[in-house]
């Protein structure tokens, strides 16, 4: 197999990435040996986050499965960010190179294909320590930091921040019809959430964003017998993590999506469940809010929520994703 099939077919792993709510905002073009990552405005969502904070977390996710896939294939890569100071959607050129093959992003090619977004409730059994530390190595090899919310009075802020956050975005113009958009795909289009990965209404909870009413993913129920409270209606032992980067520029936002990437790659490995939530980083008050919870000069860029899947949970339905045609810029 020569280099060039070898990006090719890296670049259409890089569309597995997670992306808010499921917009797939990249856009990729082939150049010689190399390949360019883009912004794809047109899929900004405008309402929800009009500072565009999600699109690129979205693409430095995407970069990241790049690093990811491209390591697999005994690739490593040289990144150069934004590399056209007219054109700022141009947010990164790819060159694969034969070496150094980076050990850590070859390990989590295997969770490609098995990541995804976990909605429901989690178990009530707690996520270790070391394994909490593992993930803030992985954060911390993409260029953010990941902060663990240990204490109750923080994680209590921060459900406070994500209430701002959610009363603030029931008026602001275009939200509401996002969210009815991009969980309402007509056929087709292999976009967006459908109703078999959101929860049920009656059972969502904070700090979860409230989807439309026709949510169809029922919580899981008690295991039989145990007397236990997992996944009874009590919350959870899900932890809440924040990842933050020094500045809140394009290229910081790119590396935090790149984190968040590692982050939720890793956690699948030991077959733990996660959530991505931007909800409060969305708004700006509350994103004031949530670095003053975490007495912080550093930027928060977006939380993840962690834990062990309950053990009555069944499987997700997979998401669509766009094919690479779908999403190629003219060479
Ligand atoms: C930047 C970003 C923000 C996201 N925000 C949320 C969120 O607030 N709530 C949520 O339930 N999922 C959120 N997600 C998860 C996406 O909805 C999910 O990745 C997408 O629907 C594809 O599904 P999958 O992750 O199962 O492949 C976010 C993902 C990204 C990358």
């Known amino acids: 197999m020569t280099r060039n099939s070898d990006l090719v077919t890296a670049v259409e792993d890089s569309l597995k990435a997670p992306s808010v709510h499921n917009t797939q905002p990249w856009r990729w073009r082939f150049r010689g040996n190399d390949t360019e990552l883009h912004a ?28 990811v896939a491209l ?12 590399p056209d100071p007219g ?37 009530h059994r707690p996520v270790p320590p070391e394994l ?15 902060v663990p ?32 958009l991009w969980t309402r795909r007509p056929a087709g289009t292999h976009d967006g959430i459908g109703a078999g990965n959101i929860v049920a209404p009656a059972a969502n909870e904070s700090p979860l964003r409230a989807f439309p009413g026709h949510g169809q993913l029922d919580q899981p129920r008690p295991a039989a017998g145990s007397g ?19 500045g809140d520029d394009t290229a910081d936002r790119l ?32 994103r004031s809010a949530i670095g003053r919870a975490l007495q912080t000069a550093a930027q928060p860029q977006i ?18 994703r766009r094919d690479l045609w779908s999403v190629l810029l003219p060479s």
Do not use: K, N
């Open 132 to 146: 909490l530390a593992e993930l803030a190595e992985q954060a911390r090899h993409a260029g953010a930091v990941l």
């Open 87 to 123: 054109d700022g959607d141009h947010l990164a050129t790819i060159t694969p190179t034969s070496g150094p093959v980076d050990p850590i992003a070859a390990e989590l090619y295997r969770q490609v294909d098995r990541r995804q977004t976990e909605r429901r409730r989690m178990s």
């Open 255 to 286: 590396r935090a999506g790149e984190a968040l990437s590692a982050v939720l790659l890793h956690a699948t490995r030991h077959r733990l469940a996660t959530t991505p939530l931007s909800q409060a980083t969305e708004v700006a008050q509350a």
């Open 303 to 320: 939380l993840v929520r962690v834990g062990w899947p309950a053990t009555t949970a069944g499987d997700l339905p997979a998401t669509p």
């Open 149 to 180: 919310i240990a204490d109750t009075a923080t994680r209590e802020q921060l459900a406070a921040a994500f209430r701002e956050a959610a009363a603030r975005q029931r008026f602001a113009p275009g939200y509401a019809a996002e969210l009815q």
């Open 40 to 67: 794809d405005r047109g899929r900004q969502l405008t309402g929800t986050d009009p500072e565009g904070r999600d699109l690129m977390l979205s693409c430095g996710a995407a970069l990241h499965h790049l690093r």
């Open 71 to 82: 390591a697999a294939r005994g690739l490593g890569c040289t990144v150069d960010l934004q």
């Open 228 to 246: 236990a409270p997992e996944a009874a209606d009590t919350g959870d032992a899900a932890e809440l993590m924040v990842i933050v980067t020094e």
